[in-house]
């Protein structure tokens, strides 16, 4: 079946200006995370998702990031006025289940800020 | 906070040889343990956990086993093949909120010679 997909792969964009990522799902998974993922590290959780509620945004390095997820399904990671030090991967997964569930992951949004 | 303490890479090997990648963690709790895998061009795998002390995760050739007294979880594997090329990533699971928040290590490039 399909896995979860990110949309655009990759993104550029200039200093200062705002972007949106864009993750799906795979279908029937109520919880979903997003992750960070820079240049030879490991994915650092930034938040996530039970149902349409953002039950932990503990990740979120400020306020220019902000994510949602209004109908349950697609999400959507927002950076206000991006910064140099944003570019990396953007991950998503999903799992069946908050607890004790698999993660999924897509496949990334590699972000460039220049 | 928890943290995972990966050995640094890259490592690189023949096909058939035996291997082990170090893993340590610190954690307040009790977490889940896990070995994450990145093949060329392709989004995080998951290829083994272990959910408590003792526990034996394995998985196509490789295994891990929790070890509370020592904190570390080494993946092993006895022959390796140049298929087992990737980026290895071990991470524990922090429950909060509900949440399975992974914590990640830096990642272990592994490259396989024919």
């Known amino acids: ?114 | 906070g928890d943290s995972v303490t990966q050995m640094e890479g890259p490592v690189t090997l023949s096909e058939e040889a035996f291997l082990t990648i170090n893993c340590t963690y610190t954690a307040t709790g009790y977490p889940s343990l896990f070995w994450y895998v990145q093949y060329p061009g392709e989004g995080l795998q998951l290829l083994l956990k272990a959910t408590k002390a003792d526990d034996k995760g394995s998985n196509k050739g490789f295994e891990a086993t929790y070890r509370k007294e020592t904190t570390s979880f080494h993946l092993e594997k006895g022959s390796v093949q140049v298929s087992d090329s990737a980026v290895y990533f071990c991470a524990l699971s922090e429950n909060g909120q509900g949440a399975q928040k992974l914590v990640f290590g830096q990642g272990t490039r592994l490259t396989i010679n024919p």
Do not use: M
């Not at chain 1, 795979?26 to 959780?45: C, D, K, N």
């Not at chain 1, 030090?85 to 569930?101: E, F, M, N, W």
């Open chain 1, 1 to 114: 079946g399909a896995g979860v997909s990110q949309t655009p792969s990759n993104k550029v964009t200039e200093k200062g200006k705002y972007v949106e990522l864009r993750c799906d799902p795979i279908s029937g998974h109520t919880a979903l995370y997003w992750y960070r993922q820079s240049l030879g590290q490991g994915p650092e959780f930034l938040i996530y998702f039970q149902g349409t509620g953002a039950a932990d945004d503990s990740g979120l390095p400020n306020d220019r990031f902000f994510a949602v997820r209004p109908e349950g399904s697609v999400s959507t990671l927002k950076i206000q006025r991006t910064e140099r030090g944003d570019s990396a991967v953007y991950l998503c997964a999903s799992s069946l289940s908050s607890v004790a569930s698999e993660q999924y992951f897509g496949p990334g949004t590699r972000l460039t800020v220049t």
